[in-house]
């Protein structure tokens, strides 16, 4: 059982930065596809960002596209989301997930097998 455990998360004001990270529990998973969703109050969870086990690939959500950041530690079984120019619509719980394959639907939730507790990013207007 792969165990995500996300940190980072906090109260910023908008335009401000911010950088999540998110480490899985065994070594083995270093060879995981990870990302990142969010869900904000009242609203479906929504794909934020991937990348493939070897930080090849990337994917992100139309609505972080060019602000959002994400890459893997040279560990492996770390990964992070820069977050910049944040607007108080990216308030949201933020949740890593991983999965042995990059699914080629890698929007959907579906296709994590792992997820994490999530952490609370609030933005203040």
């Known amino acids: 059982q792969v165990q995500l455990v996300e940190s980072g998360g906090g109260l910023v004001r908008t335009g401000d930065s911010l950088r999540l990270s998110c480490t899985t529990s065994e070594r083995a998973s270093s060879k995981y596809a990870m990302g990142w969703f969010r869900q904000a109050p009242g609203k479906q969870r929504e794909f934020v960002a991937a990348i493939s086990w070897n930080g090849v690939v990337t994917y992100y959500g139309d609505s972080v596209k060019g602000r959002f950041t994400i890459s893997r530690g040279n560990a492996l079984n770390t990964i992070y989301l820069l977050m910049n120019s944040l607007k108080p619509e990216d308030t949201a719980i933020y949740y890593c997930?991983?999965?042995?394959?990059?699914?080629?639907?890698?929007?959907?939730?579906?296709?994590?097998?792992?997820w994490g507790q999530g952490t609370r990013v609030t933005v203040s207007p």
């Open positions: 997930v991983a999965d042995s394959i990059l699914a080629g639907n890698y929007k959907s939730a579906m296709e994590y097998d792992y």
